[in-house]
């Protein structure tokens, strides 16, 4: 067993129910095979179209965030692969989701990203629709002779998508007949309930073109096996090595420590100046965290979270011990990752190319608690192109550490170098450890949408 568990096990147990099951003591990892991952998956073009028809249109997607609508007739844009989303809000307050097709010919209806707005007019030949969906207006309607016996308004609105909230995020699907939203995210959406994460306020979006597939990031991200040799600071003021990971239906979870040094560092007791920068710049100069040894601060943050969770807008309580420290991460099939510490949360979203398979978006929404009164910023999503290496601390305004900007610059640099590796006749396909097993697993759920095993619209959760 880890030392780092052991040090866990022995600190004296809050005895509750907690919402998110601890991840200690391990439970086993389930034996999926030891088959290689082929590399054509990850630019093949006939694949991707696989992926669009089984996958992306059967399951549940991330789109915006409620306060993107923050009043009756806003409307914002999502742009998801091949298709154009518009959400509106009506005069009543109601979210839709549509198509942002034009009925007439099929142009993109709506060219601005977001706004205000009563009705929405396509700019090729003036149809108008109300911020609802329903026609407003169609231009010379006496040249259709389709339309000698009235307009067929019903057949003329917009298309809608289905949608649903959960975490203060509107989220939609593509298929009418898929399983509610809450019911898609099962188990594990209920661990994550213990957040309250629809108290927390929205405070950054970045995203950034990666020359990769949209699955590298995915993978890029599921594993903590490459903490030691691609982030090297890291195991200063973490320990992502030998991490528990658990599998709950077609998503899966992993759990990385904060707040303590790496077993793989010699030195684990003094505190750094990038250590104190890590663990515990916010805190007071007296705080009893100063007083430990670097590798048991996390120990003393469950203590002092714990005694105050009665005086907190916080929801320690609603947390387990290893909640209230440690780093719970969440991914939901496909696309979506939640991952927490107790005050913040961060949300990757990997989006594919509309067209390409060498090309995705990586979204990195920002989340925190603000206490009560305070006025969450005005967030305007942007997005950065591929190449420029300054763009990532550059692009938090604020919002995000340099050095864990500088940890995801690290990520972001592998995507084309795996995109083009995965390519060659050198290639055998990969090969993966039980630390890479939420890569497997993925890989084997894509594959079972695919040949139809999964039935889509009743996944195991
Ligand atoms: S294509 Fe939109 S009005 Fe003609
Ligand atoms: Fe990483």
Redesign the pocket.
């Known amino acids: 067993m880890a030392l780092i568990e052991k040090d866990l096990e022995a600190l004296e147990k809050t005895e509750r129910d907690f919402l998110a099951p601890p991840f200690l003591p391990r439970k086993p990892i389930p034996d999926l095979g030891l088959e290689r991952i082929e590399g054509e998956r990850f630019y093949s073009p006939e694949f991707m179209e696989q992926e669009w028809k089984h996958v992306w249109t059967k399951t549940w997607q991330l789109a915006i965030h409620e306060t993107d609508l923050p009043e009756p007739g806003s409307f914002f844009v999502y742009e998801f692969g091949r298709e154009s989303f518009l959400f509106t809000r009506d005069k009543k307050g109601v979210a839709r989701g549509f198509y942002n097709i034009c009925q007439h010919r099929g142009n993109v209806l709506c060219q601005a990203p977001e706004g205000q707005a009563e009705s929405i007019s396509c700019p090729f030949h003036g149809w108008e629709w109300n911020i609802d969906g329903t026609l407003k207006d169609v231009a010379d309607p006496q040249f259709f002779r389709q339309f000698d016996n009235g307009i067929p308004v019903d057949d003329l609105g917009l298309q809608q998508v289905r949608t649903d909230s959960w975490a203060g995020f509107i989220w939609f699907n593509m298929d009418d007949n898929a399983m509610p939203l809450r019911d898609f995210l099962g188990e594990a959406g209920q661990h994550l309930e213990s957040y309250e994460l629809e108290k927390r306020s929205y405070m950054d979006q970045q995203s950034f073109e990666w020359k990769g597939n949209w699955k590298h990031a995915v993978d890029?991200?599921n594993e903590s096996y490459?903490?030691l040799a691609?982030?090297p600071d890291m195991v200063e003021f973490g320990e992502g090595h030998d991490v528990p990971i658990e599998l709950h239906g077609i998503h899966s979870r992993m759990m990385n420590y904060n707040a303590t040094v790496s077993e793989l560092v010699d030195e684990r007791d003094d505190m750094t100046p990038l250590r104190e920068h890590m663990m515990a710049r916010r805190e007071p100069a007296d705080s009893p965290l100063r007083n430990v040894a670097a590798k048991d601060v996390h120990l003393e943050i469950i203590k002092t979270k714990r005694a105050m969770e009665n005086d907190t807008y916080l929801p320690y309580k609603k947390m387990n011990d290893e909640q209230l420290v440690h780093q719970y991460h969440y991914t939901f099939f496909p696309n979506t990752t939640f991952t927490q510490t107790p005050e913040h949360g961060v949300i990757f979203r990997y989006r594919p190319h509309a067209t390409d398979p060498n090309i995705c978006y990586y979204d990195f929404i920002i989340m925190a608690y603000l206490p009560p009164g305070s006025t969450p910023p005005d967030v305007v999503p942007e997005t950065h192109s591929h190449g420029d290496h300054e763009h990532y601390a550059a692009a938090f305004k604020g919002t995000f550490d340099p050095i864990l900007a500088n940890?995801l610059r690290?990520?972001g640099s592998n995507m084309e170098t795996m995109q083009r590796g995965v390519k060659s006749k050198g290639f055998k396909g990969m090969i993966l450890c039980d630390q890479e097993i939420r890569l497997r697993h993925f890989h084997q759920t894509i594959d079972q949408y695919i040949s139809g095993e999964i039935d889509p619209q009743n996944p195991p959760v």
């Open positions: 890029a991200f490459h903490f691609l982030h940890v690290q990520d």
